[in-house]
């Protein structure tokens, strides 16, 4: 069984659509989270969700609209696709205090 | 504001050789520290993480880290390289585990090691 699933693997998409990305982990962990990596590799947080709580919200452009329906999963969507959007997510999770697992991530190609 | 330094974005070594992958981390509050591999296309793994306990941490694939406050250092070791050591290698700082919040992780740059037979 995967922990942390994420759909879809990859997504090609047209610049102004608007695209979901889905995140489920079975690992009952408390605290979801989602992260962009850029092309550079670097890696950052982008919005992290605590028993459906919003609780970590970096600066992100508000076409980004993420929702945890339960503490199990974690979707990220995007309005208005940009070029700039490219990038791989990924998706986390960590129990209270504990240290993350991650998802195989999802790799955005806006063209 | 946690920060982490990588120093060094590619290092190569030969098989059978010591692995130095190098990290400086700058925290306000006694931090937590991480070191991830990325093998290429797929998510990160942990390796060790420090979490205040033993300042010389084993973690898995026969990786470890030294923790030095003085030096605010977490580098990380491995005796003899392997093929399959080939990746990407990320050091993380977090602020101390809060209860009831989401930990945050600060990462740092990237190491890509590339192993020479």
């Known amino acids: 069984d995967t922990a942390v699933s994420q759909t879809p693997k990859y997504l090609v998409t047209q610049m102004g659509n608007d695209k979901s990305i889905k995140c489920e982990q079975n690992l009952g962990h408390d605290t979801m989270y989602w992260y962009k990596q850029d092309s550079k590799k670097f890696l950052k947080i982008m919005f992290s969700y605590n028993n459906k709580e919003l609780i970590i919200n970096e600066t992100v452009p508000n076409r980004f609209s993420p929702k945890s329906p339960d503490k199990a999963h974690l979707n990220l969507h995007i309005n208005s696709l940009e070029l700039g959007d490219s990038a791989v997510y990924f998706c986390?999770?960590?129990?209270?205090?504990?240290?993350?697992?991650f998802g195989s991530g999802t790799r955005l190609t806006v063209v | 504001a946690q920060s982490v330094t990588q120093l060094g974005s590619h290092v190569s070594v030969s098989e059978g050789a010591l692995v130095l992958l190098r990290c400086n981390y700058s925290?306000?509050?006694?931090?937590?520290l991480f070191w991830y591999v990325q093998y290429p296309n797929q998510g990160l793994q942990l390796l060790l993480k420090?979490?205040?306990?033993?300042?010389l941490v084993k973690g898995i694939n026969g990786f470890e880290a030294e923790f030095k406050k003085s030096e605010t250092s977490f580098h990380l070791t491995k005796p003899s390289a392997h093929m399959s050591d080939a990746a990407e290698y990320f050091c993380a700082v977090s602020d101390q585990m809060i209860k009831a919040a989401g930990n945050k992780l600060t990462f740092g740059g990237g190491t890509r090691v590339l192993v020479k037979p």
């Open positions: 986390a999770s960590s129990p209270t205090g504990g240290g993350y697992t």
């Open positions: 420090y979490t205040s306990a033993a300042t």
């Open positions: 925290s306000s509050v006694p931090p937590y």
